[in-house]
């Protein structure tokens, strides 16, 4: 095996679109409380997950987080977009062939040689980010207060006639 990371690289990015999951080496939620009814959520997907994606997951967390705190409500207070471009480069390689023509004493030959270049290939994180505040009854004066436990149940329609596509 010449190139392992490079294969690594490919398993990690041809496995598909970030799933939605706690943040690991492919992308992922993670969490922080910044009082007891406030958290910071932020989706990073991979070089295969739309900015859609990111932003839909981002919302799934502030539901699933929201719901598990005991609470049914959460308003989206602060939205950032975002995310970081990388690049891959494949490296380069040449190879040689040859045939050898033998006459009494002679020997004669040829021989080729051809480079194949590396190939540079772009790629971008996109990452969604959310500051929200839960709430235990709908609150009076936030517009855009989402019902945690209505979201949740549209969003595991949507999946399960999304998987019946596939």
Do not use: W
Request: glycine share 10%; net charge positive.
């Amino acid at each position: 095996m010449k190139h392992p990371f490079v294969l690594f690289l490919a398993f990690v990015f041809c496995s598909g679109a970030t799933p939605y999951k706690s943040h690991g080496i492919a992308g992922g939620h993670s969490d922080t409380a910044r009082a007891p009814d406030v958290y910071r959520i932020s989706f990073r997907g991979n070089g295969y997950t739309s900015r859609e994606r990111a932003q839909d997951f981002a919302v799934l967390r502030a539901a699933d987080l929201t719901l598990s705190h005991g609470y049914r409500y959460f308003a989206v207070v602060n939205e950032t977009q975002g995310g970081s471009s990388g690049m891959i480069n494949t490296p380069g390689y040449s190879y040689t062939s040859g045939s050898p023509v033998t006459a009494g004493n002679y020997a004669f030959g040829n021989a080729h040689t051809a480079y194949v270049p590396g190939v540079s290939i772009p790629i971008y994180f996109p990452e969604s980010g959310l500051l929200v505040r839960c709430f235990r009854e709908r609150p009076e004066g936030f517009l855009f207060a989402f019902d945690a436990v209505l979201f949740r149940a549209r969003c595991a329609r949507g999946i399960r006639s999304s998987l019946k596509k596939l």
